[in-house]
């Protein structure tokens, strides 16, 4: 499964983007998540949807301004991100894994991921 991450860009703080990331394959049965990595910093989990779409996860630092949602028909998952920080810059990585029981914010979990977008935030 290749994904395609899009939408990063350059935004003052306090405002809004959506990323986007379309598989090359059926996502019907793939949980898929956003992680991200700071200059300088690990990569770290921002956020998730299961398979179904019905169970979301979300890192502390974005709850609240950020949304994860998908859409199968497409074959994409979205990451809305509203009430920008700088400290939310970084290059954003969409990932995909087949579906399991398991925890969403764990990226070793996932066996796919994408080129990443950079997001871009000033003061």
């Known amino acids: 499964v290749q994904l395609q991450a899009s939408g990063g860009g350059l935004v003052q703080a306090g405002g809004s983007l959506r990323l986007s990331c379309v598989a090359s394959?059926?996502?019907?049965?793939?949980?898929m998540g956003w992680f991200r990595q700071a200059p300088d910093k690990e990569r770290e989990f921002v956020a998730a949807?299961?398979?179904?779409?019905?169970?979301?996860d979300y890192a502390d630092p974005v709850k609240g301004r950020f949304t994860v949602f998908r859409d199968n028909a497409k074959n994409a998952v979205y990451l809305q991100m509203s009430s920008l920080k700088p400290e939310d810059t970084a290059v954003y990585y969409c990932?995909?894994?087949?579906?399991?029981?398991?925890?969403?914010?764990?990226?070793?979990?996932?066996?796919?991921w994408g080129q990443g977008t950079q997001v871009t935030v000033s003061s």
């Open positions: 394959a059926r996502t019907f049965n793939l949980d």
């Open positions: 949807v299961t398979w179904s779409g019905g169970s979301t």
């Open positions: 990932a995909a894994r087949l579906a399991m029981a398991r925890r969403l914010d764990y990226g070793p979990l996932y066996d796919y």
